[in-house]
């Protein structure tokens, strides 16, 4: 974890500079962020340009530094082009999830990498499940793969109950994104982490039930 590689540091430069045009600009802001009433009026420019916005610099640090952390882990297994694609289309997953849980609330917003970011994180959770991971809050380590279960399970909870100015449908998305797309990308792992696959998935098929059967 840690490594930077050029492609991470362009995607980093990338969010910061567009994220401090949003800052002191708030029509460059308001054109290009995540808003359901614009993409549903053709604006599909949203669904990419959102995910290099951000509310303040507390978020985008957070963003940035998850992303720094485990992109190299990805890159190291998958290659830089496959990192781009897992990038890019957790992006694309975590704002499509968006628009399907917000499909009649046209004023809804939201801007962030937060579903990039995610999606990055569980790909390096599926392609090295024995990691651990250290949270600030808890100064102990936690296998990687409890964390990924433990977290879908809160976001779960989080867009229940609409927990903070969180999009938790968005990073819940991201995750299914760097989910699906590593293992389309990378079969291997059916072999190697066929257990893992299976717990990961468990949450993914709960939010869906959930949602079949009216209950979020």
């Known amino acids: 974890m840690g490594n930077l590689d050029l492609v991470t540091i362009i995607i980093i430069a990338a969010n910061v500079i567009i994220s401090y045009k949003g800052f002191g600009d708030y029509g460059f802001f308001d054109q290009y962020k995540f808003n359901v009433g614009g993409i549903q009026r053709g604006e599909k420019i949203r669904l990419f340009s959102s995910g290099f916005l951000h509310a303040d610099t507390q978020h985008l640090l957070f963003n940035m530094l998850t992303l720094y952390f485990f992109a190299g882990t990805v890159i190291n297994y998958v290659g830089i082009v496959s990192f781009l694609l897992i990038y890019i289309g957790s992006l694309f997953f975590g704002n499509l999830?968006?628009?399907?849980?917000?499909?009649?609330?046209?004023?809804?917003?939201?801007v962030g990498a937060s579903g990039a970011v995610t999606g990055v994180l569980y790909s390096a959770i599926l392609l090295q499940p024995g990691m651990s991971l250290i949270m600030f809050f808890i100064p102990i380590p936690i296998p990687a793969y409890i964390f990924g279960i433990g977290y879908l399970l809160y976001s779960i909870y989080g867009m229940k109950k609409r927990i903070g100015?969180?999009?938790?449908?968005?990073?819940?998305?991201?995750?299914?994104?760097?989910?699906?797309?590593?293992?389309?990308?990378?079969?291997?792992?059916?072999?190697?982490n066929l257990l893992m696959i299976g717990l990961l998935a468990l949450p993914i098929v709960l939010l869906f039930v959930l949602k079949k059967a009216g209950k979020m």
């Open 97 to 110: 999830l968006s628009v399907y849980f917000h499909k009649n609330e046209y004023q809804y917003s939201a």
């Open 165 to 192: 100015n969180i999009g938790h449908d968005a990073h819940f998305g991201g995750a299914i994104g760097g989910y699906v797309i590593t293992l389309i990308l990378s079969p291997w792992l059916f072999q190697t």
